[in-house]
């Protein structure tokens, strides 16, 4: 048993066997302030994942879908409350936990991808920067480029892509370090609709073969439920949560569970409790 396994064991409550969980928010606030504003942007968040969930978050513009996802990424640091990555804290005050860090993928709505880079060199980035061997990271880009449909296009450069390839080359390089935790923000927003519904497969698909935990964001409810073990449901002024979903559809799922009724009640409940916030 190594060192961390030994801290992540005396975090749980209970020593014996338990697991820590893959990603615990408890008490989470963040407040934002400006010169003409101060903002409540998050308040009492308190949410475990397990390992290998898939959970979704869904809310109104303005309700810290982001806020949440930047605390989780290291790049905003939590007013209030604690965020623990299998029971080790991702923040110590204003200071990011770089250990946990390297346990973590990003993709945002923007694929964000080097111009000048070829498919390859971008995936191979995170890896490269971690000091990982040419061998490594060449055998990595081509297991990759493969695990998200892009085998063949590896030496293309970001302008001949489409716009759903670019970001499977986001998520291919999200993943290239083997991250426990996938976060993503909107990352098929700005796609059509066909593309984003192929981008949801390929995506179920991913994350069943990698068995990663993913937290994904949306605006789309149909995407929400069709990807989430669970849909959050974040409420606004300060953004709460205000209800969580479960979704129980065996996967992986095909794109026709969306025509059954259980898929459609969820949605429509959630609808309504969109609405009613009006
Ligand atoms: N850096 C910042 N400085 C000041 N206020 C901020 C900052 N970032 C976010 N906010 C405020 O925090 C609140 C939540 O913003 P956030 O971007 O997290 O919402 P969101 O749910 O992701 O919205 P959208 O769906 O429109 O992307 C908003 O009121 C926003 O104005």
Same mark, same amino acid.
């Given at each position: 048993?190594t060192?961390?396994?030994?801290?992540t064991?005396?975090?749980?409550?209970?020593?014996a066997?338990?697991?820590?969980?893959?990603?615990e928010?408890?008490?989470?606030?963040?407040?934002?302030?400006?010169?003409?504003?101060?903002?409540?942007?998050?308040?009492?968040?308190?949410?475990?994942?397990?390992?290998?969930?898939?959970?979704?978050?869904? +809310?109104?513009?303005?309700?810290?879908?982001?806020?949440?996802?930047?605390? =989780? &990424?290291? @790049? #905003?640091?939590? !007013?209030?409350?604690?965020?623990?990555?299998?029971?080790?804290?991702?923040?110590?005050?204003?200071?990011?936990?770089?250990?946990?860090?390297?346990?973590?993928g990003?993709?945002?709505?923007?694929?964000?991808?080097?111009?000048?880079?070829?498919?390859?060199?971008?995936?191979?980035?995170?890896?490269?920067?971690? +000091?990982?061997?040419?061998?490594?990271?060449?055998?990595?880009?081509?297991? =990759? &480029?493969? @695990? #998200?449909?892009? !085998?063949g296009?590896?030496?293309?450069?970001?302008?001949?892509?489409?716009?759903?390839?670019?970001?499977?080359v986001?998520?291919?390089?999200?993943?290239?370090?083997?991250?426990?935790?996938?976060?993503?923000?909107?990352?098929?927003?700005?796609?059509?609709?066909?593309?984003?519904?192929?981008?949801?497969?390929?995506?179920?698909?991913?994350?069943?073969?990698?068995?990663?935990?993913?937290?994904?964001?949306?605006?789309?409810?149909?995407?929400?439920?069709?990807?989430?073990?669970?849909?959050?449901?974040?409420?606004?002024?300060?953004?709460?949560?205000?209800?969580?979903?479960?979704?129980?559809?065996?996967r992986?799922?095909?794109?026709?569970?969306?025509?059954?009724?259980?898929?459609?009640?969820?949605?429509?409940?959630?609808?309504?409790?969109l609405?009613?916030?009006?």
């Open positions: 048993m060192a961390r396994d030994i801290g064991l005396a975090q749980t409550s209970n020593s066997a338990v697991p820590a969980a893959k990603l928010l408890r008490g989470v606030g963040k407040q934002f302030h400006t010169k003409r504003a101060h903002t409540q942007a998050l308040s009492g968040i308190d949410l475990t994942i397990s390992d290998g969930e898939f959970v979704s978050v869904i +809310g109104r513009s303005g309700c810290g879908k982001t806020t949440l996802l930047r605390m =989780l &990424a290291g @790049l #905003v640091n939590p !007013s209030q409350g604690q965020i623990l990555v299998e029971g080790r804290s991702l923040w110590n005050a204003s200071t990011v936990d770089s250990s946990v860090m390297s346990q973590l990003v993709v945002f709505q923007e694929a964000n991808l080097f111009p000048w880079y070829s498919v390859a060199d971008n995936i191979a980035l995170p890896m490269k920067l971690r +000091g990982d061997g040419k061998q490594e990271r060449m055998d990595r880009v081509h297991e =990759l &480029a493969d @695990l #998200v449909g892009l !085998s296009f590896e030496k293309s450069y970001p302008r001949e892509l489409s716009g759903g390839m670019r970001q499977r986001a998520i291919a390089r999200a993943l290239s370090t083997r991250p426990k935790l996938l976060l993503m923000d909107e990352p098929f927003g700005a796609l059509d609709a066909l593309t984003r519904e192929r981008m949801n497969l390929e995506l179920q698909r991913i994350a069943l073969a990698t068995n990663a935990t993913v937290v994904f964001v949306t605006h789309d409810i149909t995407e929400a439920v069709f990807l989430g073990d669970r849909v959050v449901h974040l409420t606004p002024r300060p953004g709460r949560i205000h209800r969580i979903s479960a979704v129980d559809f065996e992986p799922r095909d794109i026709d569970v969306q025509t059954e009724p259980g898929f459609g009640a969820i949605v429509r409940d959630l609808r309504h409790a609405d009613e916030e009006e």
